[in-house]
């Protein structure tokens, strides 16, 4: 007969796990010693004598605290031979070394922590004493909550200790009736679902329970034996197969610091070097050049064993870049630089790159990412966050992602988490959320934990080994993430294609969250490019070697503070407090170095100048701005040459810029302002236009209370609940040569001072904002209600321009409520338009005929006092004629974000009183992206793309020693196309795409 009851038979297989653990060895006695992890690999240990520790003690931590216990331990001799485990439970994260070398890692589920990890492979051979060593921190995913809830400190009990010998027939057929019963609630046709479960019951019924223990163990062989030949003789034809890869993906700061990191990247290495070890047909894959280049600095000891893996090609390296950084707010080079610098390390440490952009876990894909894909050598694209949409569903699995300017990627949606087991209804959910199973039968899948979860386990491979012989499921293997985009390419032109970006419909606060971080990155994007082509004419005119404009690597140093900031959990404003702690520091130390190069560089340029004010700009269009003397006194240096300078030999006179109550007025915009400071009118003098079409400007505190993590979401009823700040001071000023009306608010604990500035000559009303902000859940925005009507608005991002609806129509479109932009946002019809522009802000909104930008937010989770202090940003108000590329927005906001720089001039007159080291000669939308030394042949790389959707030649001019050129992909590679271009007279031509990026090798 047929067992009925299934949980019968589920009952028969709880009684199972007493059998595998044929003698233990209880490690009661420990003896314990504190510090704290100071710096990576770095500890104070507390002068304290060591304590003795026995099992059920407890013991107290919190961020960065930690213990070490340890015990001297022989295994009996009834023992060895046997398959050995430690066991270890003592709460928390904790890297294990047994005579002093690192052998795996714990973590335990103890007070909400994540991942109950417990049991650790014991060397082969096996020593006759082993000095364990247990070093034990808190963890810090449980822990956040306590933090948030207003907890210092979390409380663990060494829960068990231990070393276990197991039967291996036992545990073999435990884990196979396990992944069975499992299996049979994901098999869909009934008939086979049928067989399976026949097959389980008779099996199950086969062992010989309730004799002495030797009887029953010696019954489980033959029970296995009958299970598998029973299902391998069902008739079964899977019409899907599934790919699983081992993974972890690990937050380079979240819920713990950078620090941290170090030794949660060990933990997982460590045991994933042993997995493999014992495993010779399971598979890792790891992304992120960062984790390892932790690894080689304070965890040497592993590198050489996971080369040796990678060697195997069993350690998949994937990525290439330096970390996974969020790709909404960075910039398209920063982005390059890095691949650029991830692609170096990996092929200098493994000899090995990837032809995979991995990002799993990224808030919303800019549509610049196909191009850099692409001219990075790389062909696919994969994702899962896209599965966590919150209103529309993401139709495709997987399909070809078009970016800005055409190029094109095959791209891959995982619907399956990428942190996760490895079960039969992984496998059953990863083929069932298939889009495209009429086009291709390969899904890929992820296993394992991350974040501290120490990667894949053994139970995960013996599940898989499984699960691959069980008929009904989906065909399923242990493989490569490559191997399902090879047999993608198969399929490629049948695929659907997604053009544009890849918005997430969630997580939307973060374009606003963590102010600080936002605006230092901004700034060191800029000052960090500017720095290196400013070095690089210092040399050019001093007659150094280009070797020598980074002796002591400041400059790349710098970067990398940069590029590991913009990880996808640190520059979106989502980790803890203690991380925004350290992200401060480095970026302060960041915008030094920037600061410093490029001050020595400028100064070095100086000396071959007349003698004068010198202004220099850096930018590759032509500049008008007002500038600041060495003594302090304002001018306006009307049309700067692109990067490069005029010396003032005296300081030229401006018309005055005109202020009366309620007005500011210059030849080309006319404000207005009612008593309290609000702009009502706004007219572009040129053509007449009137700019608004109400009161702008109003500032509006909205209360911005998401379901859950705050510091992610916004919901769309958010504008439900607002207020408006008092106004508690309005002035009119004059200021240098600049008008000023300057407007004071109070709101709750926060005060706020805006000065609303024009200058002479300025085409754009600057909205200088300064603000003490001590607010809880609540969002900052200034609204512009245009006069400009248009179903769609424009927005700057890397390397380009997006297009967004103005409307509702759609789920998709109303989705969208809140969405990322750089530099500007744009809404214009045909002969007229309206930008609003800003220097380091990000959150941008567009509903009918008003534009809206977010100034500030004050989330609450995962830190309690996110964006507490003191700000300063401006953004401006750009009316124009024409759309936004006649209007030259993108030139006017690189005018608002790096402004021309003056030093005092007394050098040899060798060069001219004005000059442009490069520039672009007819073209205003072509934009210098970097002017560096190349990495690894001699000359220089250029770099740049265009601005405003424009196609056609472009002429480089250029005051460098130059003779000739060659065309180079991002990783500064020759392109496919690549021919030597000559240069003559300082002179070279190319042809140039929408929105495309060229680079260049120039010598």
Not at 519 to 544: C, F, M, P, Q, W
Not at 894 to 908: D, E, V
Not at 918 to 923: A, K, L, T, V
């Amino acid at each position: 007969m047929q067992t009925p009851k299934k949980s019968v038979l589920d009952h028969l297989i709880k009684q199972l796990p007493r059998y595998i653990v044929t003698d233990r060895l209880i490690l009661n006695e420990w003896t314990a010693v504190s510090g704290r992890h100071i710096a990576p690999g770095v500890f104070e240990k507390y002068p304290e004598a060591p304590k003795t520790v026995r099992l059920g003690d407890t013991w107290v931590t919190t961020y960065d605290e930690t213990v070490w216990y340890s015990a001297s331990v022989s295994v009996p001799e009834s023992m060895r031979g046997k398959k050995l485990y430690l066991v270890i439970d003592f709460g928390g994260e904790a890297i294990v070394r047994i005579n002093g070398e690192i052998c795996g890692a714990v973590s335990s589920s103890m007070n909400a922590g994540w991942v109950h990890r417990d049991k650790i492979f014991l060397p082969d051979p096996l020593p006759e004493v082993m000095n364990i060593e247990i070093e034990a921190t808190v963890n810090s995913g449980g822990f956040c909550d306590v933090v948030l809830a207003g907890g210092s400190d979390i409380t663990y009990t060494l829960a068990r200790a231990e070393i276990d010998a197991v039967d291996e027939a036992a545990e073999s057929y435990y884990n196979d009736v396990c992944i069975v019963s499992e299996a049979i609630g994901c098999i869909d046709d009934e008939a086979v679902r049928a067989k399976v479960y026949a097959a389980f019951d008779d099996s199950l019924h086969a062992v010989d329970f309730d004799f002495d223990d030797e009887t029953v163990r010696a019954s489980f062989p033959a029970a296995a034996k009958l299970l598998w030949d029973r299902l391998e003789q069902i008739a079964w034809l899977p019409q899907g197969e599934v790919i699983m890869t081992g993974h972890s993906h690990i937050d380079v700061a979240w819920l713990w610091t950078v620090k941290e990191v170090y030794r949660k990247c060990a933990r997982t290495f460590s045991n994933t070097v042993e997995l493999l070890k014992r495993y010779p047909d399971a598979v890792f894959t790891q992304s992120q050049a960062v984790l390892y280049d932790m690894v080689k600095s304070t965890y040497p000891e592993l590198m050489p064993k996971i080369r040796e893996l990678v060697k195997e090609g069993r350690w998949d390296i994937v990525g290439n870049s330096w970390v996974e950084a969020d790709t909404n707010i960075a910039s398209g080079e920063s982005l390059i630089r890095q691949l650029l610098y991830g692609e170096q390390f990996f092929r200098r440490e493994f000899g090995v790159t990837s032809d995979i952009y991995w990002l799993p876990d990224c808030f919303g894909f800019s549509p610049a990412l196909p191009q850099i894909i692409k001219k990075c050598g790389m062909e696919y694209f994969l994702t899962a966050k896209l599965v966590g949409n919150d209103t529309n569903r993401f139709p495709y699995t997987l399909f070809n992602w078009r970016g800005t300017d055409g190029s094109e990627v095959l791209a891959y949606v995982q619907r399956t988490h990428y942190g996760d087991e490895y079960n039969a209804g992984k496998i059953r959910s990863a083929w069932a959320a298939n889009e495209n199973k009429g086009v291709t039968g390969t899904m890929l899948g992820m296993y394992g934990y991350g974040d501290g979860g120490g990667g894949p386990t053994f139970g995960m491979i013996e599940n898989g080994r499984r699960i691959s012989r069980i008929p009904g499921l989906p065909a399923s293997k242990i493989g490569h993430a490559h191997e399902l985009f090879e047999k993608a390419e198969v399929h490629r032109a049948d695929l659907p294609v997604w053009e544009g970006e890849l918005y997430y419909e969630n997580h939307r606060g973060t374009y606003s969250s963590q102010a600080f971080v936002k605006k230092n990155n901004r700034r060191g994007e800029l000052l960090l490019t500017r720095a290196e082509a400013a070095a690089v004419i210092s040399a050019h005119l001093d007659g150094r070697a280009l070797t020598s404009l980074r002796p002591d690597g400041a400059l790349d140093e710098a970067w990398k503070l940069l590029l590991v900031n913009q990880f996808h959990d640190i520059l979106p404003g989502t980790s803890i407090h203690e991380v925004y702690e350290n992200t401060k520091i480095e970026q302060e130390k960041m915008l030094q170095i920037g600061g410093e190069n490029l001050s020595a560089s400028l100064s070095a340029i100086t000396a071959s100048l007349p003698g004068g004010i010198a202004c220099f700009n850096l930018l590759s269009v032509p500049v008008s701005s007002v500038v600041t003397s060495p003594d302090g006194k304002e001018f306006v240096a009307e049309n700067l040459p692109p990067m490069g300078y005029r010396v003032y030999s005296e300081i030229p006179d401006a018309q005055p810029v005109r202020v009366e109550n309620g007005l500011l007025e210059n030849e080309y915009l006319r404000a207005k302002f009612d008593a309290s400071g609000v702009l009502i009118s706004l007219v572009e003098k040129t053509t007449g236009r009137e700019a608004l079409s109400a009161p702008a400007n109003v500032l509006t505190v909205y209360a911005d209370k998401p379901v859950h993590e705050s510091a992610w979401n916004m919901e769309a009823d958010y504008v439900k609940k607002s207020w408006k700040p008092e106004v508690t001071g309005v002035e009119y000023l004059k200021e240098g040569v600049r008008g000023i009306l300057r407007v004071s608010y109070r709101f709750n604990k926060s005060t706020l001072t805006q000065d609303i500035t024009l200058a002479p000559g300025a085409r754009r009303l600057d909205i200088v904002t300064t603000a003490e902000w001590y607010e809880t859940e609540k969002t900052l925005r200034a609204d512009f209600p245009l006069t400009v009507l248009s179903p769609f608005a424009t927005f700057d991002i890397a390397h380009g321009a997006a297009t967004r609806p103005t409307h509702r129509n759609t789920t998709w479109d109303a989705a969208r409520f809140e969405v990322s932009a750089h530099k500007w946002a744009d809404m214009s019809e045909g002969d007229f338009g309206v930008a609003i522009l800003n220097d380091c802000k990000y959150g941008y909104n567009a509903l009918g005929s008003t534009l809206g930008i977010t100034l500030l937010r004050s989330p609450n989770c995962p830190d309690r006092v996110s964006d507490h202090g003191h700000h300063s940003f401006t953004y401006s108000v750009y009316p124009h004629k024409g759309g936004w590329q006649e209007g030259g927005v993108s030139a006017e906001a690189f005018a608002l974000n790096f402004k021309p720089i003056a030093l005092a001039s007394s050098g040899s007159g060798k060069l001219p009183a004005e000059l442009s080291f490069i520039s672009f000669e007819g073209r205003d939308d072509i934009q210098l992206d970097c002017l560096k030394p190349a990495e690894e042949q001699e000359g220089l790389v250029l770099r740049v793309y265009e601005t405003s959707q424009r196609r056609g030649a472009v002429t480089v001019k250029t005051e460098l020693p130059v003779s000739e050129a060659l065309e180079l992909d991002m990783l500064e590679r020759p392109a496919d196309s690549a021919g030597v271009i000559p240069v003559t007279n300082g002179r070279f031509d190319f042809e140039i795409k929408p929105f495309e990026v060229k680079t260049f090798l120039i010598r």
